[in-house]
């Protein structure tokens, strides 16, 4: 299979971040507050998703970003340019594919990739467009009119318009909505595949399993706020984490001494134990626990061991009150 | 500049028109062979010459200025009202193209199409009635500088219209109305001297009045006012939309 050409060259000077958000805020017209001042920088070369429920603000920070939206406080750049005042040089580094699926129904697919090229100020460039199509299994199709595609055919067509330019950065705005399993894995694929090529992706999901699939980072947007950005690693190690509850025959006080150091927190009541451990590490430590529990005498009567899941991570950080934050 | 960009919307909307062939050129073409066969050939052969000149050929001028106001103003306020209620226009603001490159991609593409259209009704016309045209290059400055003021007025309503009735609105409410009461079937010296001023203030009469001039050497008004007036207008409608791109009124949220 062709791979899609490299897009972007590095030069060892060029800074880390691609992209950088500095006090970005937006207030629509009527006084709705979209976002809150968000800092954020993106890494050159990474695949970042951002993760938030309908209405967080996604698609209102990705098109301030690239300039569909008027920022009402804050700067950006992309690539080092600003995106105002060198909005040029920013805009031909970026390609977008906005969440709803807007084509123009009367083009051949051909056509229509060869005006967004163009549209970017690059010269035309029959081969890589050919290689987009071929990648997107959309060669067969380039002569057909956009309207007699299916939806997801239509999806692929709007992605191969985004990358027509060579841009360095690429925005993905909701990739799966509405997209049937297979496709949504081809695209996982080609996503790779850019990635690869030294393209920074960025996509935003509501759903966990496409940024844990895709991400080397995750961000977390709630309600106009960016509450985290974390390697997706990191994150998953803090998710991997399983809790082994005891119910005690006899409550307790406290913890014995001689059981300090170990990952244990007695309920208010004093009738549970709960046990915190790493799935991830080779030793959880559970036997060592129970034989040092046996030591010091203390009984149970149940014990229930159960996984905080990347949902419940995402839930309880989105409802917890402001203060609380990391 | 951002030749490429502007070449690629420049090729989209003349694409656009070549796919519409039938009503963008040949619709007007045959609503101004009507014109011809009813005003020039059956009731022309009733009147005299106006200003010297058979009343077929006087009314050439005012019925290309008709068709080319009109057709300017639909093409170029659908070209760019299409993508914004189609959604596609979310490329054309991501793009790195300047608002001069915008406006010269859409409105060059629906005042070719207008030039175009011009001369096919001159050709057409030549088949109904004799004419002769006094200053030709004038005759195709006056065309091209009225095709691009217009498409570049037609231009402001589709960015300025968020339904389709808005679209319509003006060129049916207005623009029909001042050029019919604009002299394209009368000399205005047939009004009655109140109805003279106040057709002054109509300023689809400079237009006429100056383009007739090129085909017969006799005009309404002076030909230095008729090309004064409208590259008024046109740097007026630039002005417009220069606010309008750098606002993004009607265009980013
Ligand atoms: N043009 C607009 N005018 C007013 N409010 C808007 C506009 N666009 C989006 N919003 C509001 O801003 C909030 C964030 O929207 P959006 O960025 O689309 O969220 P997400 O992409 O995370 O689902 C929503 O409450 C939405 O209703
Ligand atoms: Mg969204």
């Known amino acids: 299979m062709a791979a899609i050409p490299s897009l972007a060259s590095h030069p060892a000077e060029t800074p880390a971040a691609i992209v950088s958000i500095r006090g970005v805020g937006k207030t629509y017209k009527g006084g709705f507050e979209a976002l809150k001042q968000i800092n954020l920088d993106i890494r050159r070369g990474e695949i970042l998703a951002l993760l938030g429920p309908n209405g967080a603000g996604k698609t209102t920070l990705i098109s301030i970003i690239c300039g569909i939206v008027n920022a009402s406080t804050g700067t950006i750049t992309a690539d080092g340019h600003d995106i105002v005042r060198d909005y040029r040089a920013a805009r031909a ?94 695209m996982w694929q080609m996503v790779r595949r850019l990635r690869e090529s030294g393209t920074t992706i960025i996509l935003t999901t509501h759903y966990i399993e496409e940024a844990e699939e895709m991400a080397d980072r995750i961000g977390v947007i709630n309600k106009g706020e960016l509450i985290l950005v974390e390697d ?3 994150l998953m190690r803090k998710l991997g984490k399983k809790q082994l509850t005891l119910s005690l025959q006899q409550t307790m006080r406290e913890i014995p001494p001689g059981l300090a150091g170990l990952q244990l927190e007695l309920s208010t009541d004093g009738a549970t134990l709960v046990y915190t451990f790493d799935t991830q590490s080779e030793e959880t430590g559970i036997a060592s626990l129970l034989r040092r529990l046996g030591e010091h005498g203390i009984d149970f009567k149940d014990l229930q061991s159960s996984e905080s899941s990347l949902e419940e991570i995402f839930v309880s950080l989105v409802h917890k009150p402001k203060g609380d934050r990391a | 500049m951002n030749i490429h960009g502007i070449r690629a919307i420049y090729r989209f909307e003349m694409a656009r028109t070549f796919r ?32 010297g000149t058979s009343y077929g050929a006087f009314i050439i001028p005012g019925l ?87 498409s570049l007025f037609g231009f402001i309503i589709g960015l300025w219209a968020d339904d389709f009735q808005k679209l319509q609105v003006i060129p049916l409410m207005v623009i029909t109305p001042l050029t019919f009461l604009g002299g394209a079937f009368y000399s205005i010296n047939m009004l009655p001297p109140f109805w003279q001023k106040v057709t002054l203030f109509n300023p689809v009469v400079y237009l006429i009045s100056g383009f007739r001039w090129s085909f017969t050497g006799r005009a309404d008004v002076h030909i230095a006012v008729s090309a004064g007036m409208t590259l008024g207008f046109l740097l007026i409608c630039l002005a417009i939309v220069w606010w309008i791109f750098r606002s993004g009124w009607k265009l980013r949220a």
């Open chain 2, 64 to 150: 290309i200025m008709l068709s080319l106001l009109g057709e300017s103003i639909s093409n170029a306020s659908f070209g760019i009202y299409m993508p914004k209620w189609a959604g596609t226009i979310y490329e054309l603001l991501s793009a790195p193209v300047s608002w001069i490159e915008v406006v010269i991609g859409y409105v060059g593409a629906a005042a070719s199409k207008s030039v175009m259209l011009g001369l096919l009704i001159l050709i057409t016309a030549r088949f109904f009635v004799d004419y002769e045209i006094l200053h030709p290059l004038w005759m195709f400055g006056f065309l091209v500088l009225t095709s691009v003021t217009f």
């Open chain 2, 20 to 51: 519409t062939l039938m009503q963008s050129i040949a619709s007007p073409v045959l609503s101004t062979s009507l014109y011809f066969i009813v005003f020039g050939a059956a009731i022309g052969s009733r009147m005299g010459d106006i200003d």
């Open chain 1, 93 to 186: 580094a970026i390609g977008l594919v906005p969440q709803e699926l807007h084509t123009d129904a009367f083009e051949s697919v051909l056509s229509t990739l060869r005006f967004s090229r163009g549209l970017f100020g690059k010269p035309p460039h029959p081969a890589h467009l050919e290689n987009i199509l071929r990648e997107l299994s959309l060669w067969d199709k380039r002569n057909n009119k956009i309207m007699t595609l299916s939806g997801g055919m239509k999806r692929r067509v709007m992605i191969a318009k985004a990358l027509a330019h060579e841009p360095k950065v690429l925005f993905l705005d909701e990739p799966s909505a509405g997209v049937d399993v297979e496709l949504r894995h081809d």
């Open chain 1, 232 to 234: 997706k690693h990191t």
